[in-house]
């Protein structure tokens, strides 16, 4: 059997502690491969612009310059990646899952947690890949 592909991952947090934390998790998981860290709202819709490639985006819902969730609305639905939310306050979470995330990681989370976040992440981009083969097999027998 064969090893599944890495997980493109965007960090977008503006608070370098809590970033830290993250990424001290990332940086020893080989499921993942850390395509670039992004500090603000602003930042991460330039990036989209030029096309930043990824299959997740890590958001801390407090960005210095705003919210992460009215940097989201700023994307269209069906152009996000997956997003997975972490903070230490729980009424995001509420928020987060409103808008369709995959997780919400309450800081400080645990090896195990974090764990499960990515196994949620894994099987979440299993069914999309399933759908997508779904999709195509259905428009070949439209021909």
């Not at 991952?9 to 503006?14: A, T």
């Not at 670039?36 to 960005?63: A, Q, T, Y």
Request: charged share 30%.
């Amino acid at each position: 059997m064969r090893d599944a592909p890495k997980i493109d991952v965007v960090i977008v947090d503006s608070d370098v502690r809590s970033q830290r934390v993250l990424m001290g998790f990332m940086n020893q998981d080989a499921r993942l491969n850390i395509v670039r860290s992004i500090k603000s709202g602003k930042l991460l819709l330039h990036s989209l612009k030029r096309e930043l490639s990824m299959d997740v985006l890590f958001m801390n819902p407090e960005l210095m310059d705003g919210s992460s969730f009215d940097v989201l609305v700023r994307i269209p639905k069906e152009e996000r990646p997956l997003i997975v939310m972490y903070n230490n306050r729980l009424d995001y979470a509420y928020y987060a899952y409103q808008i369709d995330v995959v997780d919400f990681l309450n800081m400080p989370f645990t090896r195990p947690e974090y764990d499960h976040c990515i196994q949620k992440l894994q099987r979440e981009m299993k069914k999309q890949e399933l759908y997508a083969a779904w999709l195509a097999s259905a428009a070949e027998e439209e021909e």
